[in-house]
């Protein structure tokens, strides 16, 4: 029986790390080992699971060095299975996630499988943004578009995969990711051209509160994925050749503008109302759609909530071929 190597970075997640265990030791497929990497956390979690240690299954590491990048790189270097996942300290666990992410893996051709999310809470109802986000990473598996939408949202959960430990090594494993993290790993998948298949089932329990990383840290907040996926997008499928347009002068519109300037990458930013900026933005002109030089290709960086079917009939014939990346 194929051994799965688990690995937890926690901080301060006394709290909610019973329920996380519970739920591992909890789980039908039985042969793995859980590597609980301490990132210098304030409070006592072990304390908390200290009647489940006796478990020889659990190893309990202290991080090389500070943030959950080192905290994951130490767990992967003290890993023995054959497969790795990924498991966050205060979230749960369904009994058969581990048993049927083997299966998928050992049947298939693919490299990476990941499943459905639920968010919970203990505190209160999940708030908008939140449901909003689970339904979209659902579509994503319905669709089995991971990589088509990689640029508008991390579009795997953080904890919800699971691959063969030899092809997270060849892909660099966690070293030298960029926060936040789970986006780079997913982007350092697309550019070795991993293949993702996606289970139409529940495989994780994401729990919301008020400390979560995602809300309390920085590294996190938008203008960090912004600053990330700009930078894979002119690494990775810019096209110097092609004009490149920015479509959109809200939030997201000018956080990918300033972006830009600030890699000295020539694009034309596009508003709907031109006439609203007549000196522009950070110093940087605005055009109409009327004002577009026609083209029979352009890249469209897409910072609206335009669907794309609309955004190429307001393009057309302007630009009868474009490729809209939506941010």
Not at 31 to 39: A, G, K, P
Not at 118 to 124: A, K, M, Q
Not at 275 to 291: A, Q, R, T
Request: one cysteine or more; aromatic letters at 12%.
């Amino acid at each position: 029986m194929s051994r799965i190597s688990i690995l937890t970075p926690y901080r301060n997640a006394e709290k909610f790390i019973r329920k996380t265990a519970e739920s591992v030791l909890g789980q039908t497929h039985t042969n793995w080992e859980w590597i609980l990497v301490n990132d210098h956390s304030c409070e006592n979690e072990v304390e908390a699971i200290a009647d489940l240690l006796d478990d020889p299954r659990i190893m309990l590491l202290e991080s090389k060095g500070k943030g959950i990048v080192d905290a994951l790189c130490t767990g992967m270097a003290h890993a023995g299975g054959e497969y790795i996942t990924r498991m966050d300290a205060d979230d749960v666990m369904p009994d058969f996630k581990l048993e049927v992410f083997l299966k998928s893996l050992q049947t298939s051709e693919e490299h990476i499988v990941t499943g459905k999310v639920s968010y919970f809470s203990e505190g209160g109802s999940i708030s908008a943004g939140y449901q909003g986000y689970e339904n979209w990473l659902n579509e994503r598996v319905d669709k089995q578009d991971f990589y088509g939408k990689i640029y508008r949202e991390c579009s795997l959960a953080s904890g919800n995969w699971m691959m063969r430990k030899a092809d997270l090594e060849k892909c660099g494993g966690f070293n030298c990711l960029h926060y936040p993290e789970d986006y780079d790993l997913l982007f350092r998948w697309y550019e070795a051209g991993f293949s993702i298949k996606g289970l139409d089932l529940v495989t994780h329990l994401w729990r919301d509160h008020e400390l979560r990383t995602s809300k309390t840290s920085a590294d996190y907040q938008q203008k960090a994925f912004f600053e990330l996926k700009v930078d894979r997008f002119v690494q990775r499928d810019w096209d110097p050749k092609q004009q490149l347009i920015v479509n959109g002068t809200g939030q997201k519109g000018r956080l990918t503008a300033r972006l830009l300037i600030k890699k000295q990458v020539p694009f034309v930013w596009v508003s709907h109302e031109p006439e609203k900026f007549p000196d522009g933005i950070f110093g940087h002109p605005l055009v109409g759609l009327n004002s577009l030089p026609v083209c029979g290709e352009a890249q469209i960086l897409n910072t609206t909530l335009i669907s794309e079917e609309q955004l190429r009939r307001l393009y057309f014939p302007v630009i009868p071929n474009p490729y809209f990346y939506n941010l």
